[in-house]
């Protein structure tokens, strides 16, 4: 198994501009999230999915859209960018049965930097 | 709200000694906490996950433990090693989200072990 994959590695955008981060993972994990982690600072959550079609707001989601047409696939979309957005970003994936959660599994994250 | 608070930020020990790393959250009402390693540049890999039912949870030369009534767990490394030098950090799901995955991260602690 691969794990969690994310793409790009590194990426450095004009202020306005938009991309989408990649992010997939091949261990069928029902539950994915997007988190960013500014220096010196822990994760903070964006949005994550509790499945297929099925997504919803985290502790900072302005700026962000995503969406979860598959159960491996969970794209990060950046509309118009900004310096705030300046960060590292990291997808995660777990599996959930019920109440019980499992650990979370980490992608290599993708460096943003927005000027 | 539940805040996560990791202290010291950063810590550097000799090669062998045995270390313990601190972790403290505001809101006893939790799912879980799990602890997780973070090397330069790279992702997160997870370390231990304690329920809240449980006190304590090991791998090899790690022992988490949780006291929930005082917010507190703790990350034991035995005879560390060069190769333990990584950010840790822990993390809790607290149970006002009920509903998902949801998870609050704190800051890290930064260790270095000297050769």
């Known amino acids: 198994n691969a794990g969690v994959t994310q793409t790009p590695k590194f990426r450095i955008l004009k202020i306005g501009q938009s991309m989408t981060l990649q992010c997939t993972q091949d261990?069928?994990?029902?539950?994915m999230y997007w988190y960013r982690q500014d220096p010196g600072m822990g994760l903070k959550l964006i949005y994550y999915?509790?499945?297929?079609?099925?997504?919803d707001k985290g502790e900072v989601p302005n700026g962000y859209n995503v969406s979860r047409s598959t159960t491996e696939d969970f794209p990060l979309r950046l509309e118009l960018a900004a310096p705030s957005q300046t960060s590292v970003y990291f997808c995660?994936?777990?599996?959930?049965?019920?109440?019980?959660?499992?650990?979370?599994?980490f992608g290599p994250g993708t460096r943003l930097t927005v000027l | 709200k539940q805040e996560v608070t990791q202290i010291p930020a950063a810590l550097s020990v000799p090669e062998g000694e045995n270390l313990v790393l601190n972790c403290s959250f505001t809101?006893?009402?939790?799912?879980?906490l799990q602890w997780f390693r973070q090397d330069p540049g790279k992702g997160l890999t997870s370390l231990l996950l304690?329920?809240?039912?449980?006190r304590e949870q090991t791998s090899g030369r790690l022992n988490a433990s949780l006291d929930k009534s005082s917010g507190r767990s703790t990350l034991y490394i035995a005879a560390s090693q060069p190769g333990d030098s990584a950010t840790y950090l822990c993390?809790?799901?607290?149970?006002?989200?009920?509903?998902?995955?949801?998870?609050?991260f704190g800051s890290g602690t930064r260790l270095s072990i000297r050769p």
């Open positions: 995660a994936s777990s599996y959930r049965s019920g109440i019980d959660d499992n650990e979370q599994f």
């Open positions: 261990m069928n994990h029902n539950y």
């Open positions: 999915s509790v499945g297929a079609g099925i997504t």
């Open positions: 809101d006893s009402a939790i799912y879980n």
């Open positions: 304690i329920q809240s039912s449980q």
């Open positions: 993390a809790v799901r607290p149970r006002e989200y009920s509903s998902a995955s949801k998870i609050i």
